[in-house]
């Protein structure tokens, strides 16, 4: 670890900081039994309040391991839970809950189908409702829900990420247990583990006395200069996906458990996890030097560098950024969070600059991982298809002539509830603040009077994308809408067709 240890190490972390506009970040890295952490900048900006190595955060999808490892706890146990196997059938373990669109799908999807995202189900992340919906959605209503949703690949064909599987993976290990996801994690766990500092939820950390201790999610506004800054929420619509609220010193803890093969995990529930399932991106041609493609496993990433197995995940969120990793052939680890949209970056960067510290390799033959990055991330901002709808709108979109009286009224999905249309600012808006990732939709139209540009943006960062939209009419009266929803990072979900609420 002579790296982190190294007199220049805080210069760096700090100088990517500022690069990527990362207020507060939090390093903890094991190697064997020597351990180093640390904390930099501000977890807080007003008022100031200095990051820690015990400073808490929203880890998102790095959340996933430990809901793949609920199941996986459940799946060794033959004596309680014999029918709980990675093979067995879900609609099986959970009969009238887990229906399925479309034929077979239903009789076929199983338990590691849905912790290894091949289920043939797109990600549908604005299908359900959070808590400022009317009636927020939670495990059980999220797993019934499923019925409305589109499939759109074979069963086990491809790759498709899904947040909404690991919610319904919660409510497997609910139904089961008899626990709270919860409780199931603070008795199996954290617990355990001496991660006292570790709970599901924000409200349930605040509950044990560690509100103040929760980062402020930040997001960097370009055309201000200024960040953005707004508060954690609770999130019982996509338990299991994300929403532990942990810290770089406890969660060090489950990372060296898992590599270490420690209670509660052994061998058994480590092979379980780590089998790999499915490669992420079979045709990626902008692999990383020396890297292989990464397989998904169980709510772990693996992938081989340099020829050493390399076993992690990373999480984003509005405000938060994540990333865990270890190399069991060095018995290195590490956990690195941060309170930006851009701070998964800082966690990539770092890590693989830890790696090959701890491969030995020599400094001139080592990647500028911070280049690859942003390379990667210049491939995001010019996106084709953002370009495109772009250009429409600067060089091609005609006059409005129908009143926007008649595009208004409530629409209704099965699968994705209600919107409503109205006009804002003399554009038509719809505010879908109540789903789970909440958003802002105005929209401008294109051509036809029936195609319209929808500038989507998060309810909480601002950051903001394009979409397609287009509205079908009876007798001058729009009727249904279909928006391309799902646009997260440009990964395009389902177009969802809504109706008409008459």
Not at 369 to 396: A, C, G
Request: with cysteine; hydrophobic share 35%; charged share 25%.
């Amino acid at each position: 670890m002579d790296l982190i240890h190294s007199p220049d190490f805080p210069a760096h972390v700090e100088e990517l900081m500022k690069k990527h506009h990362v207020p507060g970040l939090a390093i903890a890295v094991i190697q064997g039994e020597r351990t180093f952490s640390a904390g930099y900048g501000f977890a807080s900006l007003d008022p100031p309040k200095p990051c820690t190595e015990d400073t808490l955060f929203d880890i998102a999808s790095s959340s996933k391991s430990l809901t793949a490892a609920s199941v996986g706890l459940l799946v060794r146990d033959n004596e309680k839970y014999p029918d709980v196997q990675y093979d067995a059938i879900m609609s099986k373990l959970l009969p009238e809950d887990f229906v399925l669109s479309g034929q077979g799908y239903t009789e076929g999807v199983t338990v590691e189908d849905i912790l290894s995202h091949r289920t043939g189900m797109p990600r549908h992340d604005d299908s359900y409702l959070g808590v400022l919906a009317a009636k927020p959605d939670d495990a059980r209503s999220v797993t019934r829900n499923l019925r409305n949703l589109e499939m759109t690949a074979p069963i086990r064909s491809k790759y498709m990420y899904n947040n909404i599987m690991y919610t319904v993976a919660t409510y497997l290990v609910e139904k089961k247990s008899g626990l709270a996801f919860a409780d199931f994690l603070q008795e199996h766990f954290f617990g355990p583990l001496g991660m006292s500092s570790t709970h599901l939820q924000p409200e349930r950390a605040k509950s044990f006395g560690l509100g103040d201790r929760i980062a402020t999610g930040y997001a960097w506004d370009k055309k201000d200069e200024r960040y953005v800054g707004f508060g954690a929420w609770d999130c019982p619509d996509s338990q299991g996906a994300g929403s532990i609220i942990t810290s770089v010193n406890d969660f060090i803890k489950w990372v060296k458990a898992l590599m270490n093969r420690e209670h509660p995990i052994d061998e058994e529930v480590y092979k379980g996890l780590t089998r790999m399932r499915t490669i992420t991106s079979p045709e990626d041609s902008d692999a990383e030097p020396f890297t292989s493609p990464i397989f998904y496993a169980a709510g772990l990433e693996i992938f081989y560098y340099r020829g050493y197995t390399v076993i992690g995940h990373d999480g984003g969120t509005d405000g938060l950024g994540s990333r865990f990793f270890f190399v069991p052939d060095f018995k290195l680890g590490g956990a690195i969070f941060g309170n930006s949209n851009d701070a998964g970056d800082i966690a990539t960067i770092l890590s693989r600059e830890l790696i090959d510290e701890v491969l030995g390799v020599p400094i001139s033959e080592r990647p500028d991982w911070s280049k690859i990055k942003d390379d990667e991330n210049q491939t995001y901002e010019d996106d084709p298809k953002q370009e495109k709808l772009r250009r429409v709108l600067r060089e091609e979109a005609e006059p409005q002539k129908m009143p926007l009286s008649a595009y208004t009224g409530e629409y209704w999905n099965p699968g994705y509830k209600g919107v409503t249309v109205e006009v804002k600012d003399g554009k038509l808006f719809i505010d879908g603040s109540d789903r789970s990732m909440g958003f802002l939709l105005s929209f401008d139209h294109a051509r036809g009077q029936t195609e319209y540009i929808g500038n989507c943006s998060s309810f909480f960062s601002g950051e903001s994308y394009l979409i397609e939209a287009k509205f079908m009419f009876l007798n001058d009266k729009a009727i249904k809408v279909g928006l391309q929803l799902d646009v997260r990072r440009l990964a395009i979900g389902p177009r969802g067709l809504f109706h008409i609420d008459t």
